[in-house]
């Protein structure tokens, strides 16, 4: 019990802080085919958050729950991308949703150490990017802005507005700015780069 609480205490302390610029739009650009052996990951998996494989084989959930079928299913990437956020890192999942005509990209996939995700929504031919960083801890006296500098989304399906699959390349570039009354203002310089595919719901 003491330690479902410690977890959830943890899971609790990963506090987004930020504040996101006005949303700027950029083109969607559509390639008829992709460069040969891009999603290749699309082969690879790993197993869902909180599952722990062992060298013997084993399986073991950190929480200390009973472990359930779907524990071990093979949850197969759907994204390979790149990140410099917090020292950088694999993105290694994206998911897909359709909801009144417009298109949602979730990026995510580095948990525990890294519950970041990264946000695109498609309107008609253009779309936004929103980066979400999340910091272990919230710090009162600081306020933390993100603002766009760059994007580029390559689409590998011409009518990609009614496909069961998207698929394609993005590159984003944004900076983060740190305000804080003691320490100043500090600026850092991100990006999400990559190839992705994966159903569209």
């Keep these: 019990m003491k330690f479902k609480l410690l977890m959830a205490l943890a899971c609790c302390s990963f506090i987004t802080h930020a504040v996101s610029g006005q949303h700027l739009f950029y083109p969607v650009i559509v390639v008829k085919k992709a460069p040969e052996g891009v999603f290749s990951f699309n082969k690879k998996w790993g197993y869902p958050e909180g599952i722990i494989k062992h060298d013997n084989g084993k399986f073991e959930k950190t929480d200390g729950e009973k472990l359930e079928a779907a524990d071990t299913a093979h949850m197969y990437f759907t994204a390979n991308c790149k990140t410099n956020v917090q020292g950088g890192y694999i993105v290694k999942y994206c998911y897909a949703t359709r909801k009144r005509g417009n298109i949602s990209l979730n990026f995510s996939g580095g948990m525990p150490a890294y519950a970041n995700e990264f946000h695109l929504i498609l309107k008609n031919k253009a779309f936004y990017f929103d980066p979400r960083v999340v910091y272990p801890e919230l710090i009162i006296d600081e306020k933390i802005v993100y603002k766009v500098t760059g994007c580029k989304l390559i689409l590998y399906q011409k009518n990609y507005a009614v496909a069961n ?16 009354s003691k320490k100043g203002t500090q600026t850092n310089k991100y990006y999400l780069e990559g190839y992705f595919k994966t159903t569209l719901n």
């Design 165 to 180: 699959n998207i698929s394609g390349y993005i590159k984003a570039l944004f900076t983060e700015t740190i305000q804080n």
